[in-house]
């Protein structure tokens, strides 16, 4: 069935069949439709005292309000406003909704009402006086206007086919490019012998073609048109960075005298993809460049990340990083200079998972990453061996050991000696002693010397300090305090307690009712030692050292409170890896007393004094600890570290102290 509006408002009906013309239901329609042209007629002469209002050039201006109208009722307002005929198809249905707010002139308005035909699936197509409202498929078989260059009318959803002539390009090569952009029923026809394309589409798409038809109908030897179409990536950034690319690099070859490829890259975002214009053998470049940049984001690779820290703590590392210094606010870096950060770096700290969240650019992001890379490694160990032990002054230090006091006795590995002073009757009967004829007294202020790993004082050679541990079983002058080993990390603390928790009475109260209440206080009284090493690069370890002893004596203060006595030491040393220190001089009085008296006749009273001698005597001891550092740097030294102290128990018998020396030294 097809209707026919005319522009003086009738409608033939020719075509109808006998059934339909005698529904009522076709006769309210036509009612309704001039009903509602009539109102809208209303509607113009109140808004124009009695007539439409006059625009440019003398044109009469209209507002279009239609909301959801049968999209006949529309044609014909377009029909008696524009004074054109209309063709409907019977295909041709529906309801339409147009609000134009503002006032247009009829040709304004013949254009909304091609643009809402496309919307539709319609298209309108002159034939002679009358004009098509058929379906957009079927445009293709009719007679529609046909451009054969570009004419200065506006953009518009009029159907129209452009003959395009190619100058360079390839007919069939631009229809591959352009077949994807066409719209929807719209076809090109591509003609190779002539060098052109027949385009049938709407006008305003067809402008569009045109501009890339412009871009890669260029000039070229040999050039290839390819188009990319992408993933992830968006077209128009990607484009303008290969673009930009490919340019530098051609200015760099503007001297040369062979003329320059033609590279061209353009952006069609609609399908997101990429045109490429160029030769064979940098199409295969531009491709694989498009191929590494058009890849799915990995989580990280935005501004904010997180970076997992294997060793170092997460505390730590945030506070060094956030003191690096940052760029000035408005200032762009200099060249040459030390990169810096950029104010907006953020990096927090997470503890639970030992991480960092960093908000940065990627030129910071790259500083940041060098840096914790630097920082974030495995750290070196140190393990310590201590020995703490009294010695009585009275008494010859019969160690095998010549100490003296401030004398240069030799060097080793290039270093001076500084020994203490003591003498010795018998040194050979020390293992691992030689003999030899020199001899000084003990001093007794404090000092401090390094062994090593051998030395030689006076004549004798001395191994290391098991020598040294050797006389202690059978010598009552000589006592042990403590034999404590540890592990830490490189910079780390470290601390050895071996003692008791002693109660201190510090006040005493009665009650009202006569109860005698008494206070204690708790200290801790015995051996601390701690530690803090510091390894450089050549294996030398510098041991910051805070050595304490105290011990309650008998005698008790005129307020009947305990006394405390304390030794401490404090120093720092820089000792080779497996080489031993010595720290000494920490001297402290003792008094002894004792009765001895004869058995039964001792305990007689009065008689008993003749029989039983009382006797006290003072004395002084000196305070001397050894260290030993052992650098634990790879797990080989960790597992040959743990196999020696293991044969080590195995070979300590009960009631006896033993001290052996490192195997397989550095």
Known sequence: MVRLIQANGCQDEEDLTVEQRQKKGYLFRAVSIVIAFLVITAVWGADTGGGLQEGKAGEKAVTIDFDGVDIVVF????????????????????????????????????????????????????AGNIIKIIPAAQTRGQNVETRLRESAVSPSDKVVTRIVPLSYANADEIKKILDPLVSKGSIIVSYPPAGMLVVTDLLSNIQRLLKIIEAVDVQGMGEQITVVPLTYGSAAPMAKSISGLFQDTSRKTKRDATPEPIIKVIADERTNSLIVLASEADTAKIRELIKLLDREPVRGEGDVRVYYLQNA?????????????????????????????????????????????????KDDWQVLEEVIRKLDITRRMVYIEALLMEVSVAKDFELGVEWRGAEKTGSIDGRQIVTFGASTSQP????????????????????????????????????????????????????????????????????????KNVPYLTRQD???????????????????????????????????????????????????????????????????????????????DTMNSGVYR?????????????????????????????????????????????????????????????MYERKGGK
């Open 510 to 588: 009665t009650s009202q009712s006569g109860i005698d209440y008494s206070h204690y206080e708790y200290k801790d009284v015995g051996v601390t030692l701690q530690i803090t090493p510091q390894i450089n690069q050549d294996r030398f370890v510098r041991l910051k050292i805070m050595q304490e002893v105290s011990q309650v004596i008998k005698e008790e203060s005129s307020v009947g409170l305990p006394t405390t006595l304390k030794r401490m030491a404090k120093t720092t040393v820089i000792v080779k890896d497996g080489h031993t220190i010595v720290i000494g001089g920490l001297i402290d």
């Open 598 to 658: 004869v058995p039964c006749l001792g305990g007689i009273p009065g008689l008993g004094n003749f029989f039983r001698t009382e006797s006290s005597n003072t004395g002084k001891t000196n305070l001397f600890v050894f260290l030993t550092p052992h650098i634990i740097e790879y797990v080989s030294e960790a597992d040959g570290l743990y196999r020696e102290k293991k044969e080590q128990i195995d070979k300590v018998k009960e009631g006896s102290i033993k």
């Open 428 to 499: 050979s009967a020390f293992p691992g002693v030689n003999t030899g004829t020199q001899s000084v007294t003990l001093p007794l202020g404090f000092s401090l010397g390094v062994l090593g790993e051998g030395i030689s004082i006076g004549g004798f050679l001395f191994p290391n300090i098991g020598a040294v541990v050797r006389a202690y079983q059978k010598d009552s002058d000589v006592h042990i305090l403590s034999t404590p080993q540890i592990m830490t990390t490189d910079n780390e603390d470290a601390e050895i307690q071996v003692g």
């Open 75 to 126: 044609i014909k307002f377009i029909s008696e406003l524009t004074g054109k005929n209309f063709v409907i198809d019977s295909a041709v249905r529906g309801n339409v909704t147009v609000i134009s707010p503002t006032r247009i002139t009829p040709q304004e308005a013949y254009m909304v009402f091609e643009s809402v035909l496309d919307v539709h699936g319609y298209a309108a197509v002159p």
């Open 313 to 361: 703590k997460a505390e730590d590392m945030a506070k060094v990083l956030m003191a690096i210094p940052v760029a000035p606010a408005g200032k762009e870096q200099e060249k040459g200079k030390t990169p810096i950060l950029s104010k907006e770096v953020q990096i927090v700290a997470d503890k639970s998972t030992n991480s960092l969240v960093i908000t940065a650019g």
